[in-house]
């Protein structure tokens, strides 16, 4: 049997977001489907399984006996210890974007997105600088090449001159969630009364929230009593879209909520008139995916994968337009039918996106890398 390395050591639990769900999710999948041929080794910190105890029922983890804190004796751990460990093994998959150093075994690598290079603005210098010279090398000494959208695999093809044949498209996959019952939930959600749309989005820059609460205002002059939720944990931009609220006067009709419960966010998912998602740049786009399996109408901007993850389940407006958001908004608020369209599109594409279609996808990627 093969066995096949991953290296987790840049996985902060709570800290990397979508990454970490995607790449855990996946890992979940493999070890359900039980491929016969193939085993995973996963190398980490030991804060992973603090987070994550399943992952050492399910695999073999061997945790790094000191990471430091900072980023840099991360790396430093990654070109010595991980080195050492993975010395006899023939693939390592590096599921973090970056390959460390020049390994000895041939190394797979997952690119989410390319958003430092495209939107390089969003990034302080030393973070930008660094991954400007880290992805290109990365990209070069990878044997395969796993991402989560066609998009991205489009910008590694443009940017980056990589071989389409050297990239797999893995997607995200979405769990089936029943109905939430939890004492004291219909109080934190209430079943809202007045059209009521969802963002779930940490903010950063390139996320367009303010674009959103331009939008609720304009679409409060034909729908006096709309609202706004927003949800995540705090961002770079949390700060601005404060202010951005309170000088639209808008502070009675926008809930900030910050990051919640994950049964609070279906909740508000199932009782949302519309999710909609201003971003400018996804590489995937997880929260769509999510919105669509509950059958919330959805509104994304024609930017990154989001539209290909949509597909014909959404309304696609321009980025960065206000306007064309609000447009769309009071359509989804105003005509029944084309809610119910909306829900029923969602539902069947959300059926396409499954972990188990992922784990197999990713599964046929390990087999294409050894071989």
């Known amino acids: 049997m093969e066995t096949i390395g991953v290296n987790l050591l840049w996985l902060e639990p709570g800290v990397v ?166 004492t004291g939930l219909s109080d934190s959600v209430p079943e809202p009364a007045p059209p009521t749309f969802l963002y779930p989005a940490i903010a950063y820059p390139h996320k367009r929230h303010a674009d959103l609460v331009d939008a609720l205002a304009l679409v409060r002059r034909e729908v006096p009593d709309a609202r706004l939720v927003l949800t995540g944990r705090r961002g770079p931009c949390s700060e601005a879209v404060a202010r951005h609220i309170a000088d639209a006067g808008l502070d009675d009709a926008v809930d900030v909520l910050g990051r919640v419960d994950r049964q609070i966010l279906n909740a508000w998912y199932r009782r949302s008139t519309a999710v909609v998602i201003p971003s400018e740049y996804e590489g995937f786009g997880l929260p769509a995916l999510e919105a669509m399996q509950t059958g919330t109408p959805l509104i994304v901007a024609n930017a990154g994968a989001s539209p290909e993850i949509a597909g014909d389940a959404a309304l696609v407006v321009p980025p960065r337009s206000a306007e064309e958001l609000a447009a769309a908004m009071i359509r989804v608020a105003t005509d029944p039918l084309t809610a119910d369209q909306l829900s029923v599109r969602g539902r069947e594409r959300a059926a396409r996106f499954t972990w188990v279609a992922a784990g197999t996808a990713l599964i046929d990627a390990y087999r294409d890398a050894l071989n």
């Open 17 to 182: 977001g979508g990454s970490e769900e995607y790449t855990l999710s996946l890992l979940r999948a493999i070890h359900d489907l039980d491929p016969l041929d193939l085993e995973l080794r996963l190398f980490s910190q030991h804060s992973l399984l603090d987070h994550h105890p399943d992952l050492g029922l399910r695999f073999e983890v061997i945790t790094a006996p000191r990471v430091p804190a900072r980023k840099i004796g991360r790396v430093a751990t990654e070109h010595t210890w991980l080195a050492r460990q993975v010395s006899a093994l023939r693939l390592i998959h590096h599921a973090g974007g970056i390959i460390p150093g020049s390994p000895a075994t041939a190394a797979m690598l997952t690119v989410l997105d390319l958003q430092p290079l495209d939107l390089p603005a969003n990034f302080g210098r030393v973070k930008r600088n660094w991954l400007a010279q880290m992805l290109p090398r990365s990209v070069a000494q990878a044997k395969l090449i796993v991402t989560p959208s066609a998009f991205t695999a489009g910008r590694l093809v443009d940017l980056l001159d990589v071989p389409a044949d050297m990239i797999r498209v893995v997607p995200f996959g979405v769990v089936t969630r029943s109905e939430d019952h939890v």
